[in-house]
């Protein structure tokens, strides 16, 4: 692959990674349900586990491995319905380019997630996403999706941050 092609597609799976973020935190499911991919695999065990204390905020969602589009689409729809706000950044990201149709990245992240309900208010996290992408014919889908935690921050709820 010549090196025009391959800043192509990392300029691609750039833009599909910020079209992941916002679908996220505007949800909008019609726009998360056409960049991922119908058979992903998506993996939240631990993305709600403070890696210190090892409590999961919500075991619920973030204790399972998700198959199929239609699945992840409505588990995410019920984790949002207890969120007030998130704000996703990802940034820095490892792109390894492994031919025309697949590739594979790691993003460094930020988040801050607001509960409308429950002991914790507020939490913000930091970690890694690892990712799998193929094209099937059109444009590039996130094909697998797992989140790492390096720290996570939670503020209980009618407790002062500062």
């Known amino acids: 692959m010549d090196q025009l092609a391959a800043l192509s597609i990392a300029e691609d799976l750039r833009r599909l990674k910020a079209q992941y973020c916002r679908a996220v935190d505007t949800r909008d499911l019609p726009l998360l349900n056409s960049i991922i991919a119908p058979e992903i695999l998506w993996d939240e065990r631990g993305a709600a586990t403070d890696p210190v204390t090892g409590v999961n905020l919500s075991p619920e969602v973030t204790d399972i491995v998700i198959r199929r589009a239609s699945n992840v689409i409505n588990a995410v729809q019920s984790a949002l319905k207890g969120i007030t706000s998130s704000v996703h ?33 507020e939490m913000t996290g930091y970690g890694y996403y690892h990712e799998t992408y193929q094209r099937f014919g059109g444009p590039w889908k996130i094909s697998s999706l797992k989140v790492t935690r390096l720290r996570l921050e939670m503020i209980r709820r009618g407790v002062s941050a500062r």
Do not use: K
């Not at 950044?89 to 697949?102: K, R, T």
């Open 89 to 121: 950044h990802v940034y820095m990201p490892e792109i390894d380019i492994i031919d025309h149709n697949h590739a594979r990245a790691t993003w460094a992240m930020y988040d801050n997630v607001r509960f409308s309900e429950g002991l914790i208010s």
